[in-house]
């Protein structure tokens, strides 16, 4: 299972979910002239779409066996995270002002991840077919 590149995509993609849980995706002040730190634990629904993407690929990558659903679980956890990115830059307009803090990476991180796993399903698939023709 872990030779699979797929495997490794969406390990790193859990681990950037999991580190969004505490670094901050954006710092500045508020309406209310109050330092706030943007991260996923701080608002509720980023809270849940960011744990939806930790799970689809926690589970993902038990799925080896049936590459067709392990894609299309990749597909709709793609979305789900790209939903999460949208999900935070709504958030900025509570900000009146701000920068973006180095640990947004992570977060941009997780749907590039998930595209890359993506990438190492249709290979795999594309190589079973290969072999099913040689017998």
């Not at 920068?99 to 890359?116: E, Q, R, S």
Request: charge should be positive; aromatic fraction near 12%; include cysteine.
């Amino acid at each position: 299972m872990i030779q699979r590149i797929q495997t490794l995509w969406l390990c790193i993609a859990v681990i950037c979910g999991v580190t969004t849980m505490k670094l901050s995706f954006y710092s500045g002040l508020q309406t209310d002239n109050q330092f706030y730190m943007l991260t996923a634990t701080s608002n509720t629904v980023i809270l849940i779409t960011t744990l939806i993407s930790i799970i689809l690929a926690g589970i993902i990558i038990f799925l080896y066996k049936d590459r067709k659903r392990q894609m299309w679980m990749c597909v709709l956890g793609t979305l789900v995270s790209i939903g999460n990115v949208i999900l935070y830059f709504l958030q900025l307009k509570l900000f009146v002002k701000g920068t973006f803090d180095l640990w947004c990476v992570f977060v941009f991180a997780i749907p590039v991840m998930y595209v890359f796993a993506i990438i190492g399903i249709c290979k795999d698939e594309r190589l079973i077919k290969n072999l099913n023709k040689l017998r």
